[in-house]
T-cell receptor, first 115, second 115 residues
């Protein structure tokens, strides 16, 4: 079985400050990990993914995420938040060794960036 | 441009009526998915299809039906048997071939409200 936890329903940061949105996962094998962003009444947009290799993954809009195997985490980060980053963020996991396995999504974290 | 098109974006229905949500993709993806999103919850998988003329139930298939007669199309019918159909519905697709990482591409969603 595979699962994802996003422990914070909401994260509040001031514009210009660094932000972190937390994600931990559980898989029986090795993971593929993803971050998506959703703006109000829109579909999910892909931000970045970890497949293999460098633990620090860079993605769209200045976001990055760090894969930490020992802590089974894949936290999303950005050095300097923008008001326009305010949205709902989803972490997702897929077990690499399980062919045909579906993505499992976390419950989402709402990011609020205040001017 | 390649992508996934969902229609209608907003839909109202009376109790006891069936409604069909359209999902079309021109990405030449093999797999297509339907998710349901409720406030404060993550995405829940309704149905998915990995090949034409075949589909599988997801976690919450009761009260829904799908068809996959063409690679490009994966319509979802919300039947009168679905007890709480008011939600935001998201269609997605993925390449789903050997070695694929499982990244999903999403449509813009359809919001269904039962009056």
């Amino acid at each position: 079985a595979q699962s994802v936890a996003q422990p914070e329903d909401q994260v509040n940061v001031a514009e210009g400050n660094p932000l972190t949105v937390k994600c931990t996962y559980s898989v029986s094998g090795n993971p593929y990990l993803f971050w998506y962003v959703q703006y109000p009444n829109r579909g999910l947009q892909f931000l970045l993914k970890y497949i293999t290799g460098d633990n620090l993954v860079k993605g769209s809009y200045g976001f990055e995420a760090e894969f930490n195997k020992s802590q089974t985490s894949f936290h999303l980060k950005k050095p300097s938040a923008l008001v326009s980053d305010s949205a709902l963020y989803f972490c997702a996991v897929r077990d690499r060794g399980n062919a045909g396995n579906m993505l499992t999504f976390g419950g989402g974290t709402r990011l609020m960036v205040k001017p | 441009d390649g992508g996934i098109t969902q229609s209608p974006k907003y839909l109202f229905r009376k109790e006891g009526q069936n409604v069909t949500l359209s999902c079309e993709q021109n990405l030449n993806h093999d797999a297509m998915y339907w998710y349901r999103q409720d406030p404060g919850q993550g995405l829940r998988l309704i149905y998915y299809s990995q090949i034409v003329n075949d589909f599988q139930k997801g976690d919450i298939a009761e009260g829904y039906s799908v068809s996959r007669e063409k690679k490009e199309s994966f319509p979802l019918t919300v039947t009168s048997a679905q007890k709480n159909p008011t939600a935001f519905y998201l269609c997605a697709s993925s390449i789903d071939r050997t070695g694929d990482t499982g990244e999903l591409f999403f449509g813009e969603g359809s919001r269904l409200t039962v009056l």
